[in-house]
């Protein structure tokens, strides 16, 4: 009896072993970010409003430029005298100055607005923590060389060097993608060069310089996700920022060209409104305003289960 409970705490503490051994960095901070229910919630209402704007030609009888000259800026459906600007169907958040249907357009300014938030934001990603990481590992008079660069572009205005890279490239929708990306990774490398002269005289780093990894390996595989933390809480708020300057583009003209929209299109269209027919604004805000927080509760999220100090 002896000898088989001894048996028996043996294998337990095998099958413990093997499943600490399995679990790795990202499986138990994606189990961590699942106990986070103001970030689970935020996923699922981001997911809803995703697939609300895939789609969109489903939810509604309406296309996003159809022009109905005999239902021009009719209230919600739900608002108040339905029967005025309903007859001929049902408009859920009213009507525009053309007689479009702002529920429809509203979804279809989701598709414009996530999508350059989203891929903008990568393509910061990608160059603010390259360059960061590489500044910062290096040192001297690279980093040196290399921030002196950084501090140049910031010194031009920012509109000013979207413009540029606008009319030398043409004007097309992929590339206000790429000129928003383009301007918002600086800070981003800012922040990835600080945290990476924190910890690039760890043990670890050290470790893995004496075994030989070369410094491209020591950068991508023990700098990069070491700072991930902090980089994704900056995204969180990046993703905003480009949804905010993508409005302020459009709205100069420079950005999305009707009939596309986007929900900066439609805020700046409803705030000489507010007061007569205050849905133009509210809706778009609304969608908008809940996007962001959802962006937010999640880099929270993200940043409390990535952080190794409130394991």
């Avoid at 030609?57 to 309903?86: K, R």
Wanted: neutral net charge; proline residues 4%; aromatic residues 12%.
């Amino acid at each position: 009896m002896i000898v088989t409970g001894i048996t028996s705490d043996v294998a337990e503490l095998m099958q413990k072993a093997k499943d600490i051994q399995g679990r790795s960095l990202w499986t138990d901070a994606w189990r961590r970010l699942l106990r986070n229910r103001a970030a689970v919630v935020s996923m699922v209402i981001l997911s809803l409003i995703a697939l609300m704007a895939i789609f969109a030609p489903l939810l509604s009888q309406y296309a996003f430029d159809a022009q109905d000259y005999g239902h021009i800026t009719c209230t919600p459906s739900w608002w108040n005298d339905p029967e005025v600007c309903n007859a001929g169907g049902t408009h859920w958040f009213g009507t525009d100055f053309l007689g479009r249907d702002l529920f429809v357009r509203v979804l279809y300014g989701a598709r414009v607005s996530l999508v350059v938030g989203l891929v903008a934001t990568l393509v910061s990603l990608v160059i603010g923590v390259a360059y960061g990481a590489t500044a910062g590992y290096l040192g001297g008079r690279i980093d040196a060389l290399m921030m002196r660069f950084v501090d140049v572009l910031y010194s031009l205005p920012f509109i000013f060097f979207v413009i540029i890279l606008m009319v030398v490239f043409n004007r097309n929708f992929f590339l206000l993608f790429v000129a928003i990306g383009a301007i918002e990774w600086l800070t981003m490398a800012r922040i990835v060069r600080g945290q990476t002269l924190s910890i690039k005289q760890k043990e670890f780093i050290e470790a893995a310089r004496a075994g030989g990894v070369g410094i491209g390996g020591i950068i991508w595989r023990h700098v990069v996700p070491n700072v991930l933390g902090p980089v994704i809480v900056y995204v969180t708020l990046t993703i905003p920022a480009v949804i905010l300057a993508e409005s302020f583009l459009s709205f100069l003209g420079l950005g999305i060209q009707e009939p596309l929209t986007s929900w900066g299109v439609l805020i700046a269209e409803g705030t000489g409104e507010i007061e007569s027919h205050p849905w133009l604004l509210l809706f778009p805000c609304a969608f908008m305003a809940v996007t962001l927080f959802c962006f937010n509760f999640i880099g929270d999220g993200l940043r409390d289960a990535l952080d190794p100090k409130d394991r």
